[in-house]
């Protein structure tokens, strides 16, 4: 039996990371304690929780939806559908995601890359507001097949500052 992989897309955080908009940049700060048998340092980070990568819950947009503490772990691990996004396209449409609804419907986790990935080539890059994005129906028509996850290669899924 083939062992599945694992790919960790993650970005590692840093004072450089690229922040959305109006977020502050991550600070690191060396702890240090010291007795007279040992030294104990540590490192305190002051960040946005939507720096790099990272997970939003239904609460972040819908109030009566649950928090991040109640996302199931089973819903962030496991197989999934990468859906690549022709490089025009600005917008992530329900017309992209049918073309891959049988892989959609077998996995329930979806990744999208963009063309933003080429961003984090360069790790220091400076936001960008003109990223590639969900359009409200797609993200509809993947809440009714159940989809559990959405990922994105950019900082959000939502039009920069969309109500």
């Known amino acids: 039996m083939q ?13 450089q990371v690229t922040k959305y908009g109006g977020d502050n940049q991550p600070v690191f700060k060396t702890l240090t304690r010291s007795t007279e048998f040992y030294t104990i340092t540590s490192t305190a980070i002051t960040c946005s929780v939507h720096t ?22 089973e819903y962030l691990v496991g197989a999934c559908a990468v859906v690549q996004v022709p490089e025009d396209a600005g917008v992530i449409t329900q ?12 996995h ?42 959405v990922g994105i290669d950019y900082l959000s899924v939502d039009p920069y500052m969309d109500d």
């Not at 017309?95 to 077998?106: D, P, R, S, V, Y």
């Open 108 to 149: 329930k986790r979806v990744l999208f890359k963009t063309r933003d990935y080429k961003r984090w080539i360069d790790a220091a890059h400076k936001f960008t507001p003109e990223y590639v994005y969900l359009a409200a129906d797609a993200a509809e028509w993947l809440a009714g097949q159940g989809v559990k996850l």
């Open 52 to 73: 790099g990568t990272h997970v939003d819950s239904p609460k972040h947009l819908f109030p009566a939806g649950y928090g991040i503490d109640e996302v199931p772990l």
């Open 95 to 106: 017309e992209h995601l049918q073309n891959h609804a049988t892989l959609i419907a077998k």
């Open 3 to 15: 062992k599945p992989r694992i790919y960790d897309i993650s970005l590692p955080v840093s004072e």
